[in-house]
């Protein structure tokens, strides 16, 4: 049984920190605010940019890092359009020269994308607009400040839960985590998907290559693991999901093909 004065301030936590995206407009666990968010992911975008500069990881090719800002510029811009806040955030974005299928986007506009995604999935310009689109929208849409908050509120409640109970309640995180972190983070991708597609449509990138990119990465990671255990709707599932927009977004997408 749960004692009663963590179970209250827990409670008053959640109720005091709970805030309705202005995007989504669904309820999020904020503690950090966008300025903690924003400086330390400044300081954390700093020191992955010199450790991969010290590995002689950072790409020096011209051809490409042209290719990723090009891309990129044409989201910020359709991103300021969505949340006007973001006008103001320094972006940046960075080619790290490594293997990985990886890619993303700080709070504040801090970005990377890896050699090894683009090359290995061998991604057109509108694919590229896809992954950053998806990356951009975290961003926009605070899933940093919500799993920073989460962490703060789940390490908390740990402590909180010890010192009443009289022993270490610290094992139980892994528990905690499956049973709250996973599902919202799972949630949070589906967003930055709903999300990361308008984005890259409204930017003139073509939203059926949300559907090839999911079809490239399912086949290379052989599908993932389970949906429960990850934090990622698995691939088939994504892309039933993302071919129920395409519709939606194709109007988006031809209007930006026709602006002059």
């Not at 009663?4 to 709970?18: D, E, H, K, S, W």
């Not at 790409?59 to 490409?64: I, M, N």
């Not at 700080?106 to 290995?120: L, R």
């Not at 849409?141 to 909180?160: D, K, P, V, W």
Request: net charge positive.
């Amino acid at each position: 049984m749960k004692h009663p004065l963590v179970m209250t301030a827990l409670l008053t936590v959640g109720l005091v920190a709970c805030q309705a995206n202005p995007i989504s407009g669904r309820s999020q666990l904020v503690l950090v605010s966008e300025e903690q968010a924003q400086a330390s992911s400044v300081q954390a975008y700093a020191q992955t940019l010199s450790e991969a500069q010290k590995k002689g990881k950072l790409s020096t090719d011209a051809a490409l890092n042209s290719r990723v800002k090009r891309i990129t510029d044409r989201l910020i811009v359709q991103a300021g359009n969505l949340y006007a806040p973001s006008r103001q955030w320094k972006w940046s974005v960075a080619v790290i020269d490594e293997p990985t299928l990886n890619a993303w986007c700080m709070p504040g506009g801090k970005m990377a994308i890896y050699t090894g995604i683009i090359n290995k999935l061998n991604l057109s310009d509108d694919e590229i607009a896809q992954i950053m689109g998806h990356e951009i929208s975290h961003a926009l849409l605070g899933h940093g400040r919500e799993r920073m908050s989460r962490a703060m509120a789940m390490q908390g409640g740990m402590t909180l839960g010890s010192i009443i109970a009289g022993r270490d309640l610290s094992a139980l995180t892994p528990v905690a985590d499956i049973a709250l972190t996973l599902p919202n983070s799972r949630e949070n991708e589906s967003e930055a998907d709903r999300y990361g597609i308008e984005l890259a449509a409204r930017a003139g990138y073509n939203p059926r290559a949300a559907i090839r990119l999911w079809e490239k990465m399912g086949a290379a990671t052989g599908n993932g693991p389970p949906p429960f255990l990850s934090t990622h709707p698995a691939p088939s599932n994504r892309i039933q999901a993302l071919n129920a927009l395409v519709p939606q977004m194709t109007p988006l997408y031809e209007k930006a093909r026709n602006r002059p």
